[in-house]
């Protein structure tokens, strides 16, 4: 009985060299060494699975499967040696030297590749294809000579990474040069990259000094064309031949904009006010089956798909809300089936926009309704949203039910109604006089000092933007229900139930408009009980009172409905002005902001760009409960 010894270094070469497979390691140690017979392979074989592979595998993985890195960190571990007893004397057909020895070799002496003619090369090379896969022999080959070749970006995939660093064009090509002199030209110049950007713009777009937009109908084509390249020849050829896109639209008004040194030809235009026009595409399905979905947009509330209509400078009012809606319904009343021909096969798709990325102003400009206090949907006053009796009564206007919930501004309205009944609860009272005003202002202070402690910045006057009530601050404010009752001083199960509500109608999914409906006329219920002195927001009313026939006159689940792309859009409007758009003129400056937000929109590079990691959290079992699967 003798010893079969092998280091580890060695024995990992011959591992890389089979692909890290056992049984082609194996036959390369077979080769190696050729007195091993099969009893001897059998003990290797159980030896290699049972403690060098899985060794090897956790050290492999922490330096990323890179080799340089592997022999670098583990020398010493390699140094060790690889013992087995076996049942003859084992040699390496590679280290024998000349000289006495127990075997013996007959025939002619064997040389090295390169010594062997062209006719021996060619055998050998033949022998070695006959005995390996191809793919093998390959990999082998970059193994020993280390020279891997790194794969090139695609002009979209260029593009999309160019997008998701925020580039310039300049720090692009810094990149390119760098990556270059290491020997490793992976990056598409930039003109190759700048066609890539091209095709991503649709053809029918205006710019002037005062506004940019883009034929509706045009852009859809556009869109419905970077869908479709988005699909596999196996996917396409088992789609209908006639489609239908749903997506939703809508429109914004912000203001506080930075306010460029550049003249306009009008007086009356400034550029501190916007008011920005999006649709997002939402799914595609067959025509006559709308449960047969051939492409879903899993982030509806991104702005990755948020395809820019109309951004022009002028303050948001109900003049100018009217005349833009009266705008796109002409577009829309007018829009023609989007054909696409793939590979000879014409596709036609037809096109249905849902009218909900608004906030409560546009919605209650589109419903006619006077004051913003007034539901849009029952027309019930302040003073009658407490009389449940009485609101139940009321007329319901159906087409106001398909504006839908805004599920961002609702959290927003519900956390400062929380708030507001802690500042009024002292003298619980709807209205703020003169003799309750310093009472009100006191408890506000108080509140906030404590939020203040816990990081929560609420209800702050911000200059030129509002408050600090967004909906971040709304997510973290309804996070933890008990703290937020303990601070404010208001019912905890009122809280929670504000909380659950909120987490459903922003969730996405699917929801049990009946068992939702329940919860909601619950909750309804037990604030009238607490607070009945304090009167019912107007959307903390849609919601409980409304909500159920919201959620059922749906198409889709409310929360992919929501505007909360839009809103975010204002962001990447003020980002892409500032970096990414010539300064010479206000008809330039518009012109490469819009093609930005049409190419960071752009259904095709959607499915390339990285994803943002986004931490979801959990619902509730109640909120689930309320679900519908």
Not at 277 to 289: C, F, G, I, Q
Not at 358 to 374: E, F, M, P, R
Not at 597 to 606: H, N
Request: aromatic share 8%; proline share 3%; charged share 30%.
């Amino acid at each position: 009985m003798s010893t079969f010894s092998i280091s580890y270094k060695e024995l990992v070469e011959i591992l890389l060299l089979s692909n890290r497979e056992v049984h082609k390691c194996l036959e390369n140690l077979k080769s190696k060494y050729p007195n091993l017979v099969d009893d001897d392979l059998e003990k290797v074989y159980r030896e290699l699975s049972q403690h060098f592979i899985p060794a090897f595998s956790k050290k492999w993985k922490k330096c990323a499967r890179n080799k340089t890195s592997f022999f670098a960190k583990n020398e010493e571990w390699l140094k060790l040696l690889f013992n087995l007893p076996v049942s003859t004397a084992v040699e390496s057909s590679e280290e024998c030297e000349p000289g006495p020895s127990k075997r013996t070799r007959t025939g002619r002496p064997e040389k090295s590749f390169d010594e062997c003619c062209d006719r021996a090369k060619r055998y050998k090379v033949k022998s070695l294809c006959e005995n390996n896969e191809q793919q093998t022999i390959t990999n082998a080959a970059k193994c020993l000579e280390g020279e891997l070749k790194p794969k090139k970006f695609s002009p979209e995939q260029a593009l999309a990474l160019f997008l998701d660093a925020s580039l310039s064009k300049h720090q692009y090509e810094i990149i390119k040069k760098a990556t270059k002199d290491l020997g490793c030209d992976i990056f598409p110049c930039y003109d190759i990259v700048s066609k890539a950007k091209k095709m991503c713009l649709a053809e029918d777009i205006e710019c002037t000094e005062s506004y940019a937009v883009v034929g509706l109908q045009s852009l859809l084509d556009h869109t419905v064309k970077r869908i479709f390249m988005t699909k596999t020849k196996e996917e396409l050829s088992e789609m209908n031949d006639t489609c239908t896109l749903d997506s939703k639209w809508g429109c914004d008004g912000s203001s506080g904009h930075s306010e460029y040194k550049q003249a306009f030809d009008e007086e009356d235009i400034s550029d501190e006010n916007l008011f920005l026009t999006s649709l997002v595409p939402l799914r595609l399905t067959d025509a006559k089956n709308d449960t047969n979905v051939h492409w879903f947009n899993n982030s509806p509330s991104s702005t990755r798909l948020c395809r820019p209509v109309q951004f022009q400078f002028t303050k948001e009012t109900r003049e100018i809300i009217k005349n833009e809606i009266s705008r796109m319904e002409g577009e829309i009343k007018n829009l023609n089936e989007s054909i696409v021909n793939v590979d000879g096969k014409i596709y036609k798709v037809k096109h249905n926009l849902m009218f909900t990325m608004i906030d409560g102003k546009v919605a209650q400009t589109v419903t006619d309704t006077a004051s913003n206090a007034v539901c849009f949907i029952c027309k019930a006053k302040p003073t009658e949203m407490n009389d449940l009796n009485h609101v139940r009564t009321k007329v319901v206007d159906e087409d106001a039910l398909k504006v839908g919930l805004s599920p961002l501004h609702a959290r927003i309205k519900f956390m400062e109604c929380i708030l507001h009944i802690a500042y009024n609860k002292s003298f619980q009272m709807w209205r703020v006089n003169k003799n309750t005003s310093h009472l009100r202002d006191e408890e506000k202070k108080r509140i906030q000092g404590l939020f203040a402690k816990v990081g929560l910045k609420v209800d702050c006057v911000k200059q030129g933007s509002g408050t600090t009530n967004d909906g971040n601050m709304a997510r973290r404010f309804f996070a933890d229900a008990r703290k937020i009752s303990e601070i404010t001083g208001v019912d905890f199960d009122l809280i929670y139930r504000f909380s659950i509500i909120l987490q459903v109608i922003n969730s996405g999914a699917c929801i049990d408009a009946v068992k939702f409906g329940e919860y909601c006329e619950d909750t309804a219920e037990r604030y009238l009980s607490l607070y009945s002195w304090y009167y019912m927001p107007n959307t903390i009313h849609k919601v409980l009172i409304h909500g159920s026939k919201i959620i059922s006159a749906a198409m889709l689940p409310i929360g992919m409905l929501s505007e909360e792309a839009q809103e975010a859009r204002n962001k990447d409007y003020r980002q892409y002005r500032l970096h990414h758009a010539r300064k010479c003129s206000r008809e330039s400056t518009n012109e490469d902001v819009i093609n930005m937000l049409l190419i960071s929109s752009d259904p095709l590079l959607y499915t390339m760009r990285k994803r943002p990691i986004k931490k979801n959290l959990p619902l509730d079992e109640d909120a689930k409960n309320l679900l519908s699967y």
